[in-house]
Nanobody, 114 residues
Framework: QVQLVESGGGLVQPGRSLRLSCAAS????????MGWYRQAPGKQRELVAA????????YYADSVKGRFTISRDNAKSTVYLQMNSLKPEDTAVYYCNGLSSRTWGQGTQVTVSS
Protein backbone atom coordinates (compact mmCIF):
# COMPACT_ATOMS: atom_id res chain seq x y z
CA GLN A 1 0.00 0.00 0.00
CA VAL A 2 2.97 2.28 -0.77
CA GLN A 3 3.89 3.94 -4.05
CA LEU A 4 7.46 5.17 -4.41
CA VAL A 5 9.14 7.52 -6.86
CA GLU A 6 12.93 7.78 -6.90
CA SER A 7 14.74 10.89 -8.07
CA GLY A 8 18.10 12.64 -7.88
CA GLY A 9 20.22 10.42 -10.07
CA GLY A 10 22.46 11.65 -12.82
CA LEU A 11 25.93 11.67 -14.29
CA VAL A 12 28.73 12.68 -11.92
CA GLN A 13 32.50 12.48 -11.84
CA PRO A 14 34.31 10.20 -9.39
CA GLY A 15 34.70 11.77 -5.98
CA ARG A 16 31.56 13.87 -6.29
CA SER A 17 28.39 13.60 -4.23
CA LEU A 18 24.76 12.98 -5.02
CA ARG A 19 21.61 12.79 -2.92
CA LEU A 20 18.80 10.49 -3.95
CA SER A 21 15.24 11.01 -2.79
CA CYS A 22 12.36 8.58 -2.58
CA ALA A 23 8.93 10.15 -2.30
CA ALA A 24 6.29 7.86 -0.88
CA SER A 25 2.55 7.78 -0.88
CA UNK A 26 0.52 5.33 1.11
CA UNK A 27 -0.79 5.06 4.60
CA UNK A 28 1.77 2.58 5.95
CA UNK A 29 5.01 4.38 5.01
CA UNK A 30 5.69 5.60 8.53
CA UNK A 31 5.44 2.10 9.95
CA UNK A 32 7.77 0.20 7.64
CA UNK A 33 11.50 -0.24 7.34
CA MET A 34 12.90 1.03 4.05
CA GLY A 35 15.89 0.18 1.95
CA TRP A 36 17.86 1.49 -0.98
CA TYR A 37 18.83 -1.12 -3.55
CA ARG A 38 20.88 -0.95 -6.70
CA GLN A 39 21.31 -3.04 -9.81
CA ALA A 40 24.13 -2.74 -12.30
CA PRO A 41 23.91 -4.28 -15.78
CA GLY A 42 24.48 -8.02 -15.64
CA LYS A 43 24.43 -8.10 -11.85
CA GLN A 44 21.93 -9.04 -9.19
CA ARG A 45 20.03 -6.35 -7.37
CA GLU A 46 21.63 -5.74 -3.98
CA LEU A 47 20.60 -4.02 -0.80
CA VAL A 48 22.76 -0.96 -0.25
CA ALA A 49 21.33 0.53 2.94
CA ALA A 50 18.35 0.06 5.22
CA UNK A 51 16.60 2.17 7.82
CA UNK A 52 14.02 1.43 10.48
CA UNK A 53 10.60 3.03 10.60
CA UNK A 54 11.85 5.33 13.34
CA UNK A 55 14.87 6.54 11.39
CA UNK A 56 17.76 4.43 12.67
CA UNK A 57 20.07 3.02 9.96
CA UNK A 58 20.22 -0.75 10.25
CA TYR A 59 22.42 -1.84 7.36
CA TYR A 60 25.09 -0.66 4.95
CA ALA A 61 26.75 -2.80 2.36
CA ASP A 62 30.49 -3.11 2.88
CA SER A 63 31.10 -1.46 -0.47
CA VAL A 64 29.39 1.78 0.58
CA LYS A 65 29.98 1.92 4.32
CA GLY A 66 31.53 5.22 5.33
CA ARG A 67 30.50 6.88 2.08
CA PHE A 68 26.70 6.58 1.96
CA THR A 69 24.15 7.68 4.54
CA ILE A 70 20.50 6.68 4.61
CA SER A 71 17.93 8.88 6.33
CA ARG A 72 14.22 9.53 6.31
CA ASP A 73 11.76 12.28 7.07
CA ASN A 74 8.47 10.70 7.94
CA ALA A 75 6.71 14.08 8.05
CA LYS A 76 7.59 14.45 4.37
CA SER A 77 7.11 10.76 3.56
CA THR A 78 10.59 10.71 2.03
CA VAL A 79 13.68 8.55 2.37
CA TYR A 80 17.10 9.80 1.26
CA LEU A 81 20.44 8.35 0.28
CA GLN A 82 23.38 10.71 0.58
CA MET A 83 26.17 9.38 -1.61
CA ASN A 84 29.66 10.83 -1.12
CA SER A 85 33.01 9.98 -2.67
CA LEU A 86 31.31 8.26 -5.56
CA LYS A 87 33.20 5.61 -7.49
CA PRO A 88 32.64 4.20 -10.98
CA GLU A 89 31.56 0.91 -9.41
CA ASP A 90 28.61 2.74 -7.84
CA THR A 91 27.09 3.06 -11.31
CA ALA A 92 23.68 1.39 -11.23
CA VAL A 93 19.97 1.95 -11.18
CA TYR A 94 18.97 2.76 -7.62
CA TYR A 95 15.62 1.75 -6.15
CA CYS A 96 13.91 2.34 -2.85
CA ASN A 97 11.42 -0.08 -1.38
CA GLY A 98 9.99 -1.47 1.78
CA LEU A 99 12.23 -4.24 3.03
CA SER A 100 9.37 -6.74 2.80
CA SER A 101 8.16 -5.62 -0.63
CA ARG A 102 9.20 -6.93 -4.03
CA THR A 103 7.11 -4.70 -6.25
CA TRP A 104 9.60 -2.34 -7.86
CA GLY A 105 9.37 1.13 -9.35
CA GLN A 106 11.44 2.54 -12.18
CA GLY A 107 14.40 3.60 -10.07
CA THR A 108 16.85 6.39 -10.82
CA GLN A 109 20.05 6.02 -12.83
CA VAL A 110 23.36 6.93 -11.23
CA THR A 111 26.37 7.02 -13.53
CA VAL A 112 29.82 7.76 -12.13
CA SER A 113 32.34 8.40 -14.87
CA SER A 114 35.17 10.73 -15.73
Amino acid sequence: QVQLVESGGGLVQPGRSLRLSCAASGSIFRSISMGWYRQAPGKQRELVAAISSGGSPTYYADSVKGRFTISRDNAKSTVYLQMNSLKPEDTAVYYCNGLSSRTWGQGTQVTVSS
